[in-house]
């Protein structure tokens, strides 16, 4: 699989085609968190084509660069190059008898975490921020409804996945979407942090947030609390495990 660093849109939506593609032959957990990431993509490209942004060119730009964050890590682990430990814990999970689940989990941490707030500071360097922050928090409403979406998708795949909702007051369970519905709002702050600082004081603040970005994914693939931990591995047995199969009935 070649993938090179995309200019456009069509172009990360044509390397996730080939990540899935991948993915599927190799029967890979990878390519549920690319299946994920390419409706959203996709649903971004619609409603920068129905004109839904304040600047729609700047949007496409913001969509190309947010992508090639985490493309340029697969990328990376594929070609054995050191990438953040965000991306590293996430594509080495991929191997691992995890839940559907927290593949996708360990992935939308790593990108909305990690990637999401680089992405915005670094297309907004000499510009003012603030003008981005519309269409930011529109981003954010989208990836928000989608996560809704695919969750409701999960439970066809993941027949027991309910449990996790009834485990809905544990805490390590709470502090987990809690992170999730948070980093997304997070993700601003972080932006017009690494915007407003110079190029050395950016690679160091961007090393602590990878830190606590790992932490948060350590938290998902191997929970401190026994019974979420027993709960995800019950979850596992009753799951679909032909990847195949899994993104098919995920887009139905």
């Keep these: 699989?070649?993938?090179?660093?995309?200019?456009?849109?069509?172009?990360?939506?044509?390397?996730?085609?080939?990540?899935?593609?991948?993915?599927?032959?190799?029967?890979?957990t990878l390519g549920i968190f690319a299946y994920l990431y390419r409706r959203t993509t996709y649903e971004i490209k619609i409603q920068i084509e129905k004109g839904?942004?304040?600047?729609?060119?700047?949007?496409?730009?913001?969509?190309?660069?947010?992508?090639?964050?985490?493309?340029?890590?697969?990328?990376g682990?594929?070609?054995?190059?050191?990438?953040c430990k965000s991306w590293k814990i996430s594509f080495?999970?991929?191997?691992?008898?995890?839940?559907?689940?927290q593949h996708l989990l360990m992935g939308m941490n790593a990108h909305i975490n990690y990637d999401l707030?680089?992405?915005?500071?670094?297309?907004?360097?000499?510009?003012?921020m603030h003008d981005l922050e519309k269409d930011f928090r529109k981003v954010n409403?989208?990836?928000?409804?989608?996560?809704?979406?695919?969750?409701?998708?999960?439970?066809?795949?993941?027949?027991?996945?309910?449990?996790?909702?009834?485990?809905?007051?544990h805490k390590d369970e709470r502090i987990i979407n809690?992170?999730?519905?948070?980093?997304?709002?997070?993700?601003?702050?972080?932006?017009?942090?690494?915007?407003?600082?110079?190029?050395?004081?950016?690679?160091?603040?961007?090393?602590?947030?990878?830190a606590h970005v790992r932490n948060t994914s350590e938290m998902?693939?191997?929970?401190r609390s026994k019974l979420l931990k027993y709960s995800w591995k019950v979850i596992r047995i009753f799951e679909h495990r032909n990847i195949s199969k899994i993104i098919s009935i995920l887009e139905r």
Excluded at 54 to 60: E, G, K, L, V
Excluded at 147 to 165: K, N, T
């Design 1 to 28: 699989m070649v993938f090179k660093e995309s200019k456009t849109i069509d172009e990360v939506l044509a390397s996730l085609d080939l990540i899935i593609e991948k993915s599927v032959k190799e029967n890979n």
């Design 52 to 75: 839904a942004f304040q600047d729609n060119q700047r949007m496409h730009d913001f969509d190309v660069s947010f992508a090639n964050l985490y493309l340029d890590a697969l990328r």
């Design 77 to 83: 682990y594929m070609e054995d190059r050191p990438i």
């Design 92 to 101: 080495e999970a991929g191997g691992k008898n995890l839940t559907i689940m």
């Design 117 to 128: 707030g680089i992405a915005a500071s670094n297309i907004m360097k000499g510009k003012h």
């Design 141 to 169: 409403a989208i990836l928000a409804t989608l996560i809704d979406e695919m969750q409701d998708r999960i439970g066809r795949v993941s027949y027991l996945m309910f449990i996790i909702d009834w485990l809905g007051g």
């Design 178 to 210: 809690m992170k999730m519905i948070q980093a997304r709002h997070h993700s601003w702050e972080v932006a017009n942090e690494l915007w407003q600082m110079e190029e050395e004081e950016v690679h160091k603040r961007k090393m602590q947030i990878d």
């Design 220 to 223: 998902i693939e191997n929970p």
